[in-house]
Nanobody, 120 residues
Framework: QVQLVESGGGLVQTGGSLRLSCAAS????????MGWFRQAPGKERELAGR????????YYADSVKGRFTISRDNAKNTVYLQMNSLKPEDTGVYYC?????????????WGQGTQVTASS
């Protein structure tokens, strides 16, 4: 069983930065593809980006490409989402999730979510 705990959310001004953390337990994250999802009010949850197991290849949605960066610290078993140049449309609940498949076709484990609010 994998447990995921997110932290680092909060309120930030438009153009500001935040770094989210996702601490995992139960399995080493190097063996998992880790995704960061977000859900804005009244909208469906969407994938912001992922980092694949093994080679740590990253993928980003077009809406965050160039502004968000996903990384992992295997020693701490933690994945990070660095968010820069935040916009109001980045506001939402951010979730990390873990998948055993390389491309993250199905995410089996989810964190509880952390709120991010970007406001002018």
């Amino acid at each position: 069983q994998v447990q995921l705990v997110e932290s680092g959310g909060g309120l930030v001004q438009t153009g500001g930065s935040l770094r989210l953390s996702c601490a995992a337990s139960g399995l080493p994250i190097i063996s998992l593809t880790m995704g960061w999802f977000r859900q804005a009010p009244g909208k469906e949850r969407e994938l912001a980006g992922r980092i694949s197991r093994g080679d740590s290849r990253t993928y980003y949605a077009d809406s965050v490409k160039g502004r968000f960066t996903i990384s992992r610290d295997n020693a701490k078993n933690t994945v990070y989402l660095q968010m820069n140049s935040l916009k109001p449309e980045d506001t939402g609940v951010y979730y990390c999730a873990a998948s055993t498949s390389y491309l993250g076709s199905t995410y089996h484990y989810w964190g509880q979510g952390t709120q991010v609010t970007a406001s002018s």
